[in-house]
């Protein structure tokens, strides 16, 4: 069973046409990968799909927007993978 | 059709929030400048504008989905395909289903039929905003009236 990283680094490498090897846990999506939000739209769908959850991309960004949290905390793809896990968790409980 | 308005939509068959699908038709006019260019001695209904139709389609259901409350932006249009000419004067049933309500956006399947026969097709991402001023939201209440927006189907789902 794969983990949940290398589930979006899959993602991201098939919907962003992105090398897979280039795809690290430590990688920002939008400052290293060059993500845009229009792209990270199709991510969030193929995610939104594979794990059968809603990522909160709204709260996020206003959280960001807000000041309250950082991109690297949603967006570095480990922390990515660990907000996905507690969502997961969170449906599961 | 009120293609001078860019409002393709003439009214709204059947909408069903259970169901997360919505009808709608619009009739081609026999008669527009467009015509004159697309194209000259034969006119065509563009592809451009069957994809508003199953745009704008996509965004009454994703509208209705969220009460009046935010707009629906087309943000993507993926694997469209136009299967046949659409000329003047003809009825086109356009329906859209919703295969994912995301957080800030949604995703549509929507096509156009007409007389029962596949038209054209695509899959539509829609942004999903607040409502950007008072002035748009109660204009598209006023635009949802004129077409008929089934207000019991926000009661009964």
């Excluded at chain 2, 393709?8 to 699908?21: E, G, M, N």
Aim: charged share 20%; glycine share 6%.
């Amino acid at each position: 069973m794969s983990s949940t990283f290398d589930t979006i680094a899959n993602i991201i490498a098939e919907t962003c046409d992105i090398p897979r090897d280039s795809i690290t846990p430590e990688s920002h999506a939008i400052n290293d990968l060059g993500i845009d939000s229009l792209d990270f739209l199709d991510i969030a769908f193929a995610i939104d799909k594979a794990f059968g959850i809603k990522l909160p991309l709204e709260q996020w960004t206003q959280e960001v927007n807000d000041g309250k949290a950082t991109t690297e905390q949603y967006f570095v793809l480990n922390n990515l993978a660990a907000r996905i896990d507690e969502l997961v968790a969170a449906k599961g409980a | 059709m009120r293609l001078e308005y860019f409002q393709l939509i003439d009214r709204i068959v059947d909408l069903s929030l259970a169901d997360r699908k919505i009808s709608t038709e619009a009739t081609v006019p026999t008669d527009s400048t467009i015509f004159e260019g697309h194209f000259p001695g034969y006119p065509l209904m563009p592809g451009v504008l069957l994809i508003e139709a199953m745009a704008q389609t996509s965004g009454w259901l994703v509208v209705a989905a969220n009460r009046f409350e935010r707009m629906a932006f087309l943000a993507a249009v993926k694997g469209a395909k136009f299967r046949t000419f659409v000329t003047p004067g003809q009825v086109m049933a356009v329906t859209a289903q919703l295969a994912h309500d995301g957080s800030g956006y949604a995703i549509t399947e929507a096509n156009i039929a007409i007389d029962g026969k596949p038209v054209c097709d695509a899959t539509l991402t829609l942004r999903v905003l607040n409502f950007p001023n008072e002035e748009m939201k109660v204009k598209m209440r006023e635009t949802a009236a004129r077409v008929g927006f089934p207000s019991e189907a926000l009661v009964n789902a």
